[in-house]
């Protein structure tokens, strides 16, 4: 049987690294959150090329985006937490709001192709009420390959939840990022903030595994199988 073989690190008393041999036919590619239009360098130096990676082998690719609109109605606990918490004393009261699907807009370098199923979500994790698990299931799909964003919210709780439903999950840990808050910023650290680095340190040791877009873009040029 051909496989995948791709380097990976996880945390136990330590940093740990290995090699996962899978099989192609039952790993997915996933890309989380990364609509945001405008282009970064997440998306064009890691996202792109392990998409592009991904797709040479016929890696079976998966998209899922946000669209709070089907959640934003006059009661939901939202509209506290991010809005009259934060200052915006009229989102408590204001109507609900247009009943038409969220239109992603994704950076031309990672447009999803008409056979990549681009699913909505309406919490931090894809895997809340939404058809990604019957999806992946229908496939036979075991390992999940993701990246996007954030790292500390919706691409950290829908790796979390994949794993509740019994996938394996490896992030690739340069094609994601998150914001730091004032007090949690030190440049002298890789991350460049301690909120980073415990929640990559909290992921690699409780959720699953990371890679590099580099590794698994190495990975799949070794690959012996085909390509398309």
């Keep these: 049987m051909q496989t995948l073989n791709v ?4 945390y136990s008393d330590g ?14 590619f996933m890309i989380v959150d990364s609509d945001g239009g405008a282009s970064n360098e997440y998306v064009e130096e890691g996202i792109a090329p392990a998409l592009a990676a991904a797709r040479r082998i016929g890696m079976r690719v ?21 809005g009259t918490r934060w200052g915006n004393a009229e989102a408590g ?8 699907p969220v239109k992603p807009r ?6 999803p192709l008409p056979d990549e199923p681009d699913f909505p979500k309406r919490e931090w994790s894809g895997f809340h009420e939404t058809h990604v698990d019957y999806h992946l299931r229908c496939y036979g799909i075991k390992t999940l390959v993701s990246v996007g964003f954030s790292q500390r919210s ?8 994949a794993v509740e439903h019994n996938y394996r999950v490896i992030m690739l840990r340069d094609c994601t990022y998150s914001s730091e808050y004032p ?13 980073r680095k415990i929640m990559m340190r909290n992921f690699e040791h409780v959720v699953g595994y990371t890679s590099t877009s580099a590794e698994f873009s190495k990975a799949c040029e070794e690959f012996p199988g085909k390509t398309v």
Excluded: M
């Design 7 to 10: 380097p990976v690190r996880w």
């Design 15 to 28: 940093e740990k690294y290995d090699t996962l041999n899978l099989e192609l036919d039952k790993t997915a």
């Design 62 to 82: 998966l998209f899922i985006h946000n669209d709070f609109s089907l959640a934003d109605e006059p009661g939901s606990i939202k509209r506290e937490i991010h």
């Design 93 to 100: 009261e204001r109507p609900p709001p247009p009943r038409e």
């Design 106 to 111: 994704y950076s031309p370098s990672i447009q």
């Design 154 to 161: 919706c691409l950290y709780q829908t790796l979390n939840g």
């Design 183 to 195: 007090d949690t910023v030190d440049e002298s650290l890789p991350e460049k903030g301690w909120l």
